[in-house]
C-alpha cells in the first residue's frame, strides 16, 4: 500500500514536473515569437557572403521548436528540421495549452526557410556554361540579366533540319508542328529559346566558375584550400571505395562478392543497411528517372580513344601518399589494372573574361560537358531522344497510336526484344526494347513496361470514348488552323501518338514530385511542399504555401536595404505565373500565339539545363541491394529466391520478367527496402561488375569509385566548398559528421566515430596557415575571411575536410532531418533543380492545356487517371488525398495487384509496412503482412 502511494506521488510529481517544464517552455516560446514579429521577415540576402545558411537566430529557433532547436544551433546543419511537427510524433509538442499552435508554427516556419533557401538558391546559382552568362550578370538593353527570356546562343545551327522552320538567320521562333509535341530531340519546348534543353546543349553550373575544377589549382583561392594534396586519383578513388563504401558481411561466402549462390538460393546472404520508409521500387524509378534527364555518355561509351587507370595505387600515410604494396592491395581487395574509358570533353580551351561591378568573371567552366539527353521531363528513356534512340523503340503496326507489346500467353503483354536491325551495342542483344538501353536491369524493365502499358491504357481510353462519342471535341487544336475544333474522330494516329507522350510524362513528373519525393523525404514541411510545387503549377496552391511566398516576396525582397540592385530579381519573383505556376488558365488563350505559349515559363535568367552537381547528387549507387527477395504474389510473405541484381543484367532482365511475371516482380520490387545513402553501403556486386566492352585486363570496374572519378573529371569542387557555394554551413573537422541527437554511448554514434576516424585516415591531416584565405563564397561570423584553420589556432593539425569528395561527403553526413532517404546537401541541390525542371517546361505550365494535351488528357492528369477522382480511404498523416498517382498507375495497367495494394497509401513505402501514426519510420509489419520474414516477430 505504501508503495502504491509512493508510486503515485512520484508519478505526481513528475506530472507536475512535466506540466511546469512545459508551461515554461510555452511561456518561452510565445515570448520568443513576440520578438520575431517584431524582428520581422528575414532579408533575401544581396551578396552570396551573406545569405541564409538554413541557420535562424535564437528567437525564431525557440518560437518554431522550443529548447529542443536551440539546442542544435551550434551545428553545422539546417535548424527546421528541429522545429516542431517537422519530425515524427516524438516532434508534436505536449503539455501546452493548444498542442496544434505549436505544431503550425514549426511546420510553418519550416516552410518558410525552405522557400528562404530556394529563392536565394535561384539568386546565387545559376551559372549557364552556353555564353549567356555575361548577359546574366551585366543585363542586356537596360533589362537586368535575371529578367532576360531570350539569348542568341539557344538558337538552332543551321545544320539543324528545323532551322529554316525556326526562322533560319532572322529571328527564331517556334510555330507550327513544331510547338504541339514534345520534339524527338527537346527543341522548341521554349518557343522563344528552340534549343534550350535539347540533346546535345551543354550540362550548366550551380557553382561559380572558378570554384569548378580545384584539381586543376586555377586561383589562388584553390590553392590555398587544397595544396597539391588534389589530383584525377589523389586522394586514391578505389581506396577510398573499399575503406568508406564497402558493405560489412557477416558471411562472405553467402554474399559472394554480391554475386549469391547458384540458383538463386534463398540460402544465400548479402547484408545492407537498409531504409525502412523507402522501397527497391524507389531505388529502380530514380535510375528510370535520370535516364530521361541526362546522360554524358553516349551509345553507351564514352571517350574510348582515351583509357586511364582507376587508382588502387596509393594510400596516404601521415598524410603523404605512398605506394600500395601487393598485400594491402590484396587486403583491400582493389584492382589496379582495370582501366576506363575518358569522359568526353565539349570545350576545354581557356574561357573568356569579362570585367563588370568592379570584379573579374569567366565566362564559362574550364571544361565542358554535353549532356546526350534531352534535358526535359519529357520520357526520352521511352520515346527517343535522337533518331538513332528512336529507332529502337517499336510502334504497334496494327495501332500506330500505341507501342508494340508482345502477347507471350501472361497477361497484358511485355515489350518486345531488340532485333537484330535494331541499332544496339553487342551487350543490349536480347533486352527489351528501350530509347535509353545501357544499365538495363530488371527494375528498369518492370518501369519500362508498366508506362509502356500505361501509354496503350490511354490510347484505349480515348479509343473508347471516342466510339462513344465521335463527333465530341476533344479539346486538342491545330495551330494551321486554330479555330476549328478537333473532334475526336479526327485526331490521328500520330496525334494521338503524340498525346499520350505528353499525358504519361506529365503523370510521371506528377509522380515524382508528390509520391517518391514525400517519401523520399518523408516529413510534413516536404508533404506540404511538394504538393504546393505540383498544385502551384497545375491547379490550386496551398493557402499557407502561397502567403510565406508573398510574405517573403514583399517584405523579405521588396523591402531589402539596395531596392535597386534587387530590382531585377524582385520583377522575377513578384511577376506571377512562374512561380506561382498557372499561366495555363488564361482567358482567350491562342495557340498561335507564342507569347501565350510560353507566358507560364520563368527561367530566372539562366536557360534550362541541369548542372553538374545535380548528376553528382545523383549518383545514388549504394540504393541497390545486391540480392533482390524474390516473392510470388500468390504467397508474397514467403521469400522464394534471392536472385543477384546481376543475374537480371542486361538480355537476363527479358527471361527474368517473361518467367517470373511482371506482377511477381512488383510485389518484390514493393515490398523489399532500398539501401540507405549513407558509408560502407554501396553494393558489392558494383565494386566487382565485368563490362565486357572494357579494354582491360580484368574487364571489371568499381562504379563506387567510378563516381569519384567522373566527379572529379567534370570539375564538382569538393564537399566544403559545394556546401558553401549552395548556401550551407561549412564543416570545421570530420567530427562535425557525428549526429549529435545520438545519445554519446550509444551504438549508432559509436558507428559514427570509427567512420571519421576512418575518414581521417583516407583523407588525412595537416598543418594549418590561418594567412591563408579558402573562400569567398562565405565569411566567418565576425566577418572575417575563412581561412585554411577553420576557425582552429594557427599551426595545428587540422582534418583535410576540404579535400573530401562531394559524394563521400554527403554519404557522410549522420545528422538528417525527420524521414530524409537524401542528406541536407543534396536536397538544396533538389530544391534548386527540381524546381526549375517544373518552372522551365512550358508543357508543365502555360501549354498545360487541352489544345496539347485533350480535354481527356488533362483531367488523366489532374484525377490520376481516367472517370472520376477517387479519394484514398482515411486520412494519412492527417491529410485527406487522392488515391496516389502511381497506385492508380499499377492498378490499372497490373490489376492483379488489387489486393496487395489495398493498403497502400504511397507506392513507394515498402508495401506491407504498417504506415503508423505520423509520419513513423518503425519498421512493423502492416495487416496481412505479419508473416513476411523481413519483419521482425511481433
Ligand atoms: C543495377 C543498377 C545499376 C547499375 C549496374 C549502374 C551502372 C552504372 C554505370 C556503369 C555507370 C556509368 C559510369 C561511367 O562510365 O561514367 C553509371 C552511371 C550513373 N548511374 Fe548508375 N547504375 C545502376 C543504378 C543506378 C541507380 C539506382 C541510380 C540512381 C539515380 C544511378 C545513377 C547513376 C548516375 C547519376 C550516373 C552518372 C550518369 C552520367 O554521368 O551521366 N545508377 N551507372
Known amino acids: 500500500m505504501r508503495r502504491i ?16 517544464e512545459s508551461k515554461k517552455e510555452e511561456a518561452d516560446a510565445l515570448k520568443a515569437c513576440a520578438e520575431v514579429v517584431i524582428k520581422g521577415f528575414r532579408k533575401i540576402a544581396n551578396s552570396r557572403d551573406s545569405r541564409f545558411n538554413g541557420k535562424v537566430d535564437e528567437a525564431r529557433a525557440l518560437c518554431r521548436g522550443g529548447q529542443r532547436a536551440l539546442q542544435f544551433r551550434n551545428t553545422p546543419w539546417v535548424d527546421w528540421s528541429n522545429y516542431w511537427g517537422s519530425g515524427g510524433v516524438e516532434s508534436l509538442p505536449t503539455g501546452f495549452l493548444n498542442n496544434k499552435l505549436p505544431a503550425q508554427r514549426g511546420i510553418a516556419g519550416a516552410l518558410i526557410d525552405l522557400e528562404q533557401q530556394r529563392i536565394e538558391l535561384i539568386k546565387f546559382n545559376l551559372f549557364d556554361n552556353n555564353q549567356t552568362y555575361e548577359g546574366f550578370i551585366k543585363g542586356r538593353a537596360g533589362h537586368p540579366g535575371p529578367t532576360l527570356t531570350q539569348w542568341d546562343a539557344l538558337r538552332l545551327l543551321p ?86 563504401f564497402t558493405r560489412t558481411q557477416h558471411d562472405e561466402k553467402s554474399c559472394n562478392q554480391g554475386f549469391g549462390l547458384p540458383g538463386a538460393a534463398v ?12 522501397n527497391v521500387m524507389a531505388a529502380y524509378w530514380i535510375q528510370f528517372m535520370t535516364h530521361d534527364w541526362f546522360s554524358h555518355m553516349e551509345e553507351g561509351h564514352n571517350d574510348t580513344s582515351q583509357w586511364m587507370n582507376v587508382g588502387c595505387e596509393t594510400q596516404l600515410v601521415n598524410g603523404v601518399p605512398q605506394p600500395l604494396t601487393r598485400e594491402q592491395i590484396e587486403k583491400l581487395g582493389c584492382r589496379p589494372t582495370d582501366r576506363i574509358d575518358k569522359s568526353y570533353v565539349a570545350e576545354s580551351s581557356d574561357p573568356d573574361h569579362f570585367s563588370a561591378n568592379q570584379k573579374d568573371y569567366l565566362s564559362r567552366a574550364p571544361k565542358t560537358f554535353s549532356n546526350n539527353n534531352t534535358a526535359w521531363w519529357d520520357l526520352s528513356q521511352i520515346y527517343g531522344y535522337d533518331e538513332v534512340s528512336q529507332h529502337r523503340t517499336k510502334r504497334d503496326p496494327k495501332d500506330r497510336a500505341k507501342f508494340l507489346l508482345v502477347d507471350t500467353g501472361k497477361g497484358s503483354g511485355y515489350l518486345p526484344v531488340f532485333d537484330a536491325a535494331d541499332p544496339i551495342l553487342p551487350q543490349w542483344k536480347g533486352q527489351e526494347s528501350a530509347a535509353f538501353a545501357d544499365n538495363w536491369t530488371i527494375g528498369l524493365s518492370f518501369l519500362h513496361n508498366v508506362f509502356v502499358r500505361e501509354h496503350n491504357s490511354f490510347v484505349d481510353e480515348f479509343r473508347k470514348a471516342d466510339r462513344l462519342k465521335p463527333t465530341a471535341d476533344s479539346g486538342l487544336r491545330n495551330p494551321a488552323n486554330p479555330k476549328k475544333p478537333i473532334l475526336n474522330k479526327d485526331v490521328s494516329d500520330e496525334e494521338l501518338f503524340q498525346v499520350a507522350r505528353l499525358v504519361v510524362s506529365a503523370e510521371i513528373a506528377k509522380i515524382h514530385t508528390i509520391e517518391w519525393t514525400p517519401q523520399l523525404l518523408y516529413d510534413e514541411p516536404l508533404y506540404r511542399g511538394m504538393n504546393g510545387n505540383w498544385n502551384g503549377l497545375i491547379g490550386d496552391s496551398d493557402p499557407l504555401l502561397s502567403k510565406i511566398l508573398s510574405d517573403i516576396i514583399t517584405k523579405g525582397l521588396g523591402r531589402s536595404s539596395s531596392t535597386k540592385k534587387n530590382i531585377g530579381w524582385y520583377s522575377v519573383f513578384a511577376s506571377g505565373p512562374g512561380i506561382f505556376g498557372l499561366g495555363s488558365k488564361v482567358n482567350g488563350y491562342d495557340i498561335t500565339r507564342p507569347e501565350m505559349l510560353n507566358g507560364g515559363v520563368n527561367h530566372f535568367g539562366a536557360p534550362f539545363n541541369f548542372p553538374e552537381e545535380f548528376v553528382t547528387v545523383y549518383r545514388l549507387h549504394p540504393l541497390i541491394p545486391d540480392l533482390l527477395e524474390y516473392r510470388d504474389l500468390q504467397d508474397p510473405n514467403r521469400i522464394a529466391a534471392k536472385v543477384p541484381v546481376v543475374e537480371t543484367f542486361e538480355g537476363k532482365a527479358t527471361d527474368e520478367m517473361r518467367t517470373r511475371g511482371i506482377e511477381n516482380w512488383a510485389v518484390t520490387l514493393g515490398r523489399q527496402r532500398l539501401g540507405l545513402l549513407t558509408l560502407n553501403n554501396h553494393p558489392a556486386f558494383m565494386q566487382n561488375i565485368k563490362i565486357p566492352r572494357l579494354e582491360s585486363e580484368t574487364q571489371q570496374i568499381d562504379i563506387a569509385a567510378l563516381d569519384l572519378i567522373r566527379d572529379r573529371e567534370h570539375g564538382v569542387p569538393r564537399f566544403n566548398e559545394f556546401r558553401r557555394q549552395y548556401g550551407l554551413r561549412q564543416l570545421t573537422s570530420f567530427d562535425d559528421f557525428v549526429d549529435q541527437h545520438e545519445p554519446k554511448d550509444s551504438a549508432a554514434r559509436r558507428k559514427q566515430e570509427e567512420a571519421v576516424r576512418t575518414l581521417r585516415e583516407v583523407y588525412g591531416q595537416h598543418v594549418c596557415d590561418a594567412s591563408k584565405q579558402i573562400t569567398d563564397a562565405q565569411r566567418n561570423e565576425d566577418g572575417s575571411f575563412i581561412n585554411d584553420c577553420l576557425g582552429h589556432p594557427n599551426g595545428s593539425l587540422i582534418d583535410n575536410i576540404e579535400d573530401v569528395d562531394t559524394v563521400v561527403g554527403w554519404l557522410a553526413e549522420y545528422t538528417r532531418p525527420h524521414g530524409f532517404a537524401i542528406s541536407e546537401t543534396q536536397f538544396v541541390v533538389f530544391i534548386l533543380n527540381a524546381s526549375r525542371r517544373l518552372f522551365s517546361d512550358r508543357f508543365l505550365t502555360s501549354s498545360f492545356r487541352p489544345e496539347f494535351y485533350t480535354t481527356m488528357g488533362v483531367d488523366w492528369v489532374n484525377d490520376n487517371g481516367p472517370g472520376p477522382a477517387q479519394m484514398e480511404k482515411g486520412m494519412p498523416n492527417g491529410h485527406k488525398q487522392l488515391v496516389s498517382p502511381f497506385k492508380r498507375v499499377l492498378l490499372r495497367n497490373i490489376p492483379e495487384l488489387r489486393a496487395e495494394l489495398e493498403n497502400v497509401v504511397n507506392v513507394f513505402d515498402p508495401w506491407g509496412r504498417d504506415r503508423g501514426s505520423y509520419y513513423t519510420l518503425e519498421w512493423k509489419a502492416g495487416p496481412g503482412a505479419e508473416g513476411d520474414p523481413a519483419f521482425p516477430k511481433q
Not at 517556334?174 to 521554349?190: A, F, H, K, P, V
Not at 589549382?217 to 578513388?237: A, F, I, M, S, T
Not at 540460402?267 to 523507402?278: I, L, M, R, V, W
Open 159 to 244: 545544320t539543324n533540319v528545323n532551322y529554316k522552320a525556326v526562322g533560319g538567320d532572322g529571328k527564331q521562333v517556334c510555330s507550327g508542328e513544331l510547338i504541339r509535341w514534345r520534339t524527338l530531340t527537346g527543341i522548341c519546348n521554349d518557343v522563344f529559346n528552340p534549343a534550350m534543353g535539347s540533346t546535345g546543349t551543354l550540362f550548366m553550373r550551380n557553382v561559380e566558375f572558378d570554384t569548378t575544377f580545384p584539381d586543376l589549382g586555377k586561383n589562388e583561392l584553390v590553392r590555398n584550400r587544397h595544396g597539391d594534396r588534389l589530383g584525377l586519383l589523389k586522394p586514391d578513388p578505389q581506396v577510398i571505395s573499399r575503406r568508406l
Open 5 to 20: 502511494a509512493i508510486v503515485v506521488c512520484l508519478g505526481f510529481s513528475l506530472t507536475w514536473a512535466v506540466q511546469a
Open 267 to 278: 540460402s544465400a546472404n548479402c547484408d545492407y543497411e537498409a531504409a525502412p520508409f523507402f
